[in-house]
């Protein structure tokens, strides 16, 4: 754990079939469909594309975390083709109540060789003066707290982070072939 605040920290990597020069995160990622973001993990309820008041763009996930319903509001802080970098203030709902949760999510690729790439899903949960209020109201230890979230974080982390490689490989080759398609024209 970084801080004395972060509730989870998990970075899993994936292999991606695809040269790096035809993968594009960010383009991935801000055309994501929801049905294609509900089959990356069991807890992915739903996903959608929108923007901040000030015009950045923002992804929209609502997943279940552990015990907690969380809608998180992803605003991209950095938006390249090999990294994104989405930072949101997220509505963690429990049985015992609803608050906020910090969450740093990056997505990254890196070449492997001409064929293949490693994608990194990193993923960092911190907890805001909110929460903290929260569990001292709930009389819940912040270490219970945060073994909790960053076991369940840890666990969804693992199971969607394939899913997610796969998707954007898909995409990934999907695109070369339309441009092959196009240059052969």
Not at 5 to 20: C, E, G, K, Q
Not at 127 to 153: G, V, Y
Request: glycine share 4%.
């Amino acid at each position: 754990m970084s801080n004395g605040r972060t509730l989870s920290l998990s970075t899993v990597t994936a292999v991606i079939h695809a040269p790096i020069e035809r993968v594009d995160i960010a383009e991935w990622l801000f055309n994501l469909p929801d049905a294609e973001y509900q089959r990356f993990s069991h807890g992915n309820i739903a996903a959608g594309i929108t923007t901040t008041d000030d015009g950045r763009p923002m992804s929209i996930n609502v997943e279940t975390i552990g015990d907690a319903l969380v809608i998180q509001h992803y605003v991209a802080e950095v938006r390249e083709p090999h990294v994104c970098r989405m930072v949101s203030l997220s509505d963690a709902i429990t049985a015992a109540g609803r608050t906020k949760v910090q969450v740093m999510w990056e997505l990254s690729v890196r070449k492997l060789d001409s064929q293949t790439c490693q994608y990194s899903n990193h993923i960092q949960a911190s907890a805001t003066e909110e929460f903290m209020a929260f569990l001292k109201e709930q009389n819940i230890p912040f270490e219970r707290a945060r073994d909790a979230r960053h076991q369940a974080s840890d666990s969804d982390n693992r199971e969607q982070t394939p899913n997610i490689a796969k998707s954007i490989e898909r995409r990934a080759l999907r695109q070369a072939s339309t441009a092959a398609a196009a240059g052969a024209r």
